[in-house]
């Protein structure tokens, strides 16, 4: 009975501060970006290359080539993340035609697509998370599809994290939140390319960090896919009155709001060129999970927690995200 009694007020409070449904913000989706960290690197990849008709940009920091892991948890951990002649990374023969593969199946769009995705990539020089061979895979799998235009950025002596030109840990670090100030301002130069030319940043936020339930977004509940059930989204002032684009950005692992608070979608320095560029930020996020979903640090599902079909339009995850972007293309309620 004690038990029972210590229970119920912690669980009123936390239904009293749930997060509000994501509402319409008339956004114009037909030409969406994306971007990510590590294993949000990857995500943004499989979603890239999944709806390739209607994301046309993506931005990569240490992450590899689409299907890289190809289901294996052993695989994304050595060959996909540090690879050695042990744990070769895949041939970009076999990842290329596991794609060709998906598209005549009608599970991705077709690649054909992909000659036409603007792709940015960074490796820090200081990564020993993520090889730079892995990176630069990345980059080959959209070369081989003539994709333009294209970037590499393996100049800074960064460690493993977002990069940014004013917030975060010294360059070198590889930890938590995993933003690094390098004096580099990668968003802005990730954007450029995905979306530019821009307008300059703004000096100081002049728009609203939301919070909304991203459990509506799956057919189980967020939990089941590993999604917690609060999500973020940052709504230039402009986007009230004016019609925004999105770009969603994807987080790495332990960098969730539940490991590392708000400072990644506070801090990875995209709202400021957000609100000047009429670019409503999404900021999906994943929960960490032990138990029949084993993700003990909150990655997104780069292979294959969630099932067999991790990497195509009918994953779990990536069914979410694009529900969340077509919700903000919703009118204004």
Known sequence: MKRAVFFLPVFCCLQAVAADRLRGQAADIRALTVSGLSSGGYMAIQVQVAHSSRVRGVAVFAAGPYYCAQGSLWTAYYNCTTPSDLAPLPPPETLRAHADRLARDGQIDPVANLSAARVWFFSGGQDRTVDRSVVRAAMRFYTSFNARPYAFVGDQRAGHAIVTAQAGNACGSSSPPFI?????????????????????????????????????????????????????????????????????????????????????????????????NRLIVLYPQTIARYFYVYNPRGCWDWWGYTGAQYATKAAPQIRAVMAMVERLSAPRD
């Open 180 to 276: 690094n100030n390098c004096d580099y301002d990668a968003a802005g130069a990730l954007l450029e390319l995905l979306v530019g030319p821009l307008k300059p940043p703004a000096v100081k936020e002049g728009g609203r960090l939301v919070s909304f339930d991203q459990k509506p977004f799956t057919a189980g509940g967020a939990y089941s896919v590993s999604l917690a059930d609060t999500g973020y989204a940052y709504i230039p002032a402009a986007c009230a009155t004016e019609r925004c684009r999105v770009h969603v950005a994807f987080h790495g692992c332990r960098q969730n709001a539940g490991q590392v608070g708000e400072r990644f979608v506070r801090e990875a320095g995209y709202n400021r060129w957000a609100d000047t």
